[in-house]
């Protein structure tokens, strides 16, 4: 299996490991794969597909919500999102980051990115969503994750892919009162950030490919 251009890995041998353990569904997701690092991935109600520099208006915007700010834990100017968009582009694989679009008219409604894969240990991250406030509350980030975990798990072969949610931040409530079944709670780190004159505490999460909650999202009837 051809990765052309593929900056994933620099050891020879864990790359031989990557060539050896991902797979793909259907031949198109190959060429994809082929050309540009990763593949476009289609789930129930949105596509992910590979960040272009068309795309920096609507990220720019996006990182300028509050609560994708407080996410973040930064405030990105265009100078920022410019030099954000080249580290994110399709051929840099050690981070992917792909643009999620409604389906049903290709619209653009989240950043969704996977950070440092490791085939030789089989885990990644952390990940991250960033919903428009427009597409929020309609299941629209939920889809997007989740065609983001099946990707890691069914395709990379990953074993852990972890995260991190805020104080603060959007879901940390639902988080630690248990209203995410798919994340597993793995503790809080205390004060790990000052931001704009506080100290800000993170919460631990991780997703396993043996987990049934992401597994029965795909179960359900769309």
């Known amino acids: 299996m051809d990765f052309q251009d593929n900056r994933f890995l620099n050891d020879s ?32 109600q949105v ?32 100078v920022n999102i410019n030099e954000w968009l080249y580290t994110k582009q399709p051929n840099s694989n050690m981070s992917l980051a792909w643009i999620a679009e409604r389906i049903s008219d290709g619209a653009r409604i989240a950043v969704v990115m996977l950070e440092d894969v490791h085939f030789r240990f089989r885990r990644a991250g952390p990940w991250g969503l960033f919903v428009a406030k427009e597409y929020r509350k309609q299941r629209l980030g939920l889809d ?4 983001m975990l ?45 931001f704009r004159g506080q100290w800000v505490d993170q919460h631990l999460v991780a997703v396993f490919a043996d987990d049934q909650a992401w597994k029965g999202y795909w179960e359900e009837k769309r």
């Open 13 to 44: 041998d864990e790359q031989t490991m990557a060539d050896q353990i991902v797979k793909f569904p259907t031949l198109k997701e190959k060429k994809w794969h082929q050309r540009f690092g990763y593949p476009m991935l289609t789930g129930k």
């Open 47 to 78: 596509r992910l597909r590979p960040i272009a520099q068309s795309d920096g208006s609507f990220i720019s915007e996006l990182f300028q919500d509050p609560d994708v700010v407080w996410s973040i834990l930064d405030d990105i100017d265009s």
């Open 144 to 147: 997007a994750e989740m065609t």
């Open 150 to 194: 099946r990707y890691a798990f069914d395709y990379l072969n990953l074993n852990r892919v972890w995260s991190y949610m805020r104080d603060g931040s959007q879901g940390t409530e639902r988080l630690l009162s248990g209203k995410i079944p798919h994340l597993s709670f793995e503790g809080t780190q205390k004060q790990v950030y000052f």
